[in-house]
């Protein structure tokens, strides 16, 4: 299973390949450009959860025998838990927004930017993780092909995410170069993720489906807390909408289809 071990770095690809899209920008993200961004990567983001995650969790819970709906619903609250409190305590900035969030510091403007997103790949990295352990542990309800649609998928809203977190930072004044390094490595957090809590499955294994559905929860507490806010902002639009739609169905099918 070595070998897949690559596929941890899709999403890592996805962010790299958002965040260049700063060298062809030449002022700020246009509005409705980003509404579609964002409403496409929180559509991805909520299938994954919901046929990657939630569902396999479900799965294994009763073919272990347990209730199915616990290990689900106490994991998914947990992942919400979890992300809530790291976003207290971390100091970041939200796009078009002047008010930081997290505990007081001295941080530069483009430094909570690039946490805030940072912040927010912490548990997409976490679910391709799971994901993989699951796979290399040979748990029927995974197979390698729904870690790699996860995988892409994850990928596939990255790259919004890179162009949203690049984009800013070229405007505060950084240079193209220094706005796509960081923009690129905001995304780094999640391969690290993903060791990290492939570390912890390995150990944990009969609580599997409390990671899965952990996972999903975090993932979907970014898309409430920012992705969908942001659509809000601004002048009235339907792209977001839309585009959430096309995110949702393209996950969906991604995962049913590989799975």
Do not use: C
């Amino acid at each position: 299973m070595s070998s897949i071990f690559y596929v941890l770095f899709i999403p890592l690809a996805g962010t790299v390949l958002g965040s260049a899209l700063v060298f062809f920008i030449k002022k700020e993200i246009n509005p409705h450009l980003q509404k579609t961004l964002l409403g496409f990567a929180s559509g991805v983001m909520v299938a994954a959860s919901i046929w990657s995650l939630i569902l396999p969790a479900i799965s294994i819970a009763e073919e272990n025998g347990n209730i199915s709906w616990i290990p689900a619903s106490v994991g998914f609250l947990l992942g919400i838990f979890f992300l809530l409190i790291l976003d207290l305590i971390i100091p970041h900035l939200h796009n078009n927004e002047n008010e930081p969030e997290g505990l007081k510091s001295n941080f530069k403007k483009s430094t909570m930017l690039i946490l805030a997103v940072t912040l927010h790949n912490i548990p997409e990295g976490m679910a391709v993780g799971v994901v993989y352990a699951s796979v290399v542990a040979g748990t029927q309800q995974i197979s390698l092909a729904a870690l790699i649609s996860l995988a892409v998928g994850i990928a596939i809203q990255n790259a919004p995410e890179g162009a949203v977190i690049s984009t800013p930072l070229r405007t505060a004044g950084m240079s193209r170069r220094k706005s796509f390094l960081y923009g690129s490595l905001s995304g780094v957090v999640e391969p690290i993720a993903s060791v990290i809590t492939i570390l912890l499955t390995s150990l944990v294994l009969p609580i599997l489906p409390y990671l899965l559905s952990f996972a999903a929860g975090a993932m979907v507490y970014v898309v409430v807390e920012e992705l969908i806010p942001d659509l809000h902002e601004g002048k009235h639009s339907n792209l977001g909408v839309i585009s959430f739609a096309i995110g949702f169905v393209l996950m969906m099918i991604l995962d049913i289809a590989l799975g």
